[in-house]
């Protein structure tokens, strides 16, 4: 399965689970109530823990996922502003020794859309990041020799924060990429669906039939939000997105060129 697939699959997996669970308790109620007509009815005290619990766990993931993925914006547009700093601030380095720097800027900020841009394809975005780190020491060593070599230093300084700064957040926006949601959080989500669609099942049973719509209703409702929640935590390979954000990066070529 391709990765930009991966969230829509495992949501109509959990679709399928959820439909599954719900004819399993109705079949379960069906013959508890022959037995004793009272045992149909569930439970409410046991129905409203767990589906507290499936709240409160989809209302915290949900949220988890919100706010990382706006940091994750945040970032680009942070990583934009640092490169085009430090890019700009080269101009306080002797003449001589701009030309070739700024090239080594031009390479660097190829290799940085290049990670996302490839960022499903696992192998080739780590290629990409390991050629921008080595762009990074490159553009370090020589920016130190020349500031070093400048008749006034001090100048040259201040590009070298602006690199520090630069450097810092390539290791953030890394970091950030990898950070998720506990798998045992993620597990545990989809457990309490389906012990909540197992209850709504067996309450279903106290009636003489099914009822599909509420079947449907149920089952879209709690998959189609963790679908959100897991292409929330992952950006990259689903069909929420930071494409359209990408673009500050992208759009500093135009500056460089």
């Known amino acids: 399965m391709k990765p930009e697939f991966l969230a829509i699959g495992v949501s109509l997996l959990l ?25 149909a009815s569930g439970s ?9 619990l499936l709240g409160l766990t989809l ?17 680009i547009v942070q990583e934009a502003n640092t490169i085009g700093t430090a890019y700009l601030r080269l101009d306080l380095l002797p003449t001589e020794d701009q030309p070739a720097i700024r090239a080594l800027f031009r390479q660097y900020l190829e290799t940085r859309i290049e990670v996302y841009d490839k960022f499903a ?19 370090w060593t020589r920016c130190v020799a020349a500031t070093q070599k400048a008749p006034r230093p001090e100048p040259g300084l201040l590009l070298l924060q602006a690199l520090n700064e630069m450097i810092d957040m390539t290791t953030t926006r890394t970091m950030a990429a990898l950070i998720h949601a506990p798998i045992v959080v993620t597990g545990l989500l989809v457990v309490l669906s389906l012990f909540g669609a197992l209850l709504a099942g067996f309450a279903m049973s106290a009636q003489p039939r099914r009822n599909l719509l509420h079947q449907i209703l149920f089952g879209l409702a709690i998959t189609c939000t963790i679908y959100v929640v897991l292409d929330l935590e992952y950006p990259r390979i689903g069909l929420i997105n930071l494409t359209s954000i990408d673009r500050v990066i992208v759009d500093l070529r135009e500056m460089m060129k």
């Open 15 to 39: 679709l399928t689970g959820i439909f599954i669970f719900i004819d399993l308790g109705f079949r379960f109620g069906r013959r508890r109530k022959t037995h004793d007509p009272e045992a």
């Open 44 to 52: 409410s005290t046991i129905e409203a823990a767990v589906f507290g």
């Open 59 to 75: 209302a915290f993931t949900f949220a988890g996922a919100a706010d990382r993925f706006a940091i994750r914006r945040d970032q």
């Open 121 to 139: 394809d696992r192998a080739a975005s780590s290629a990409a990041l390991n050629k921008g780190n080595q762009l990074q020491r490159e553009i």
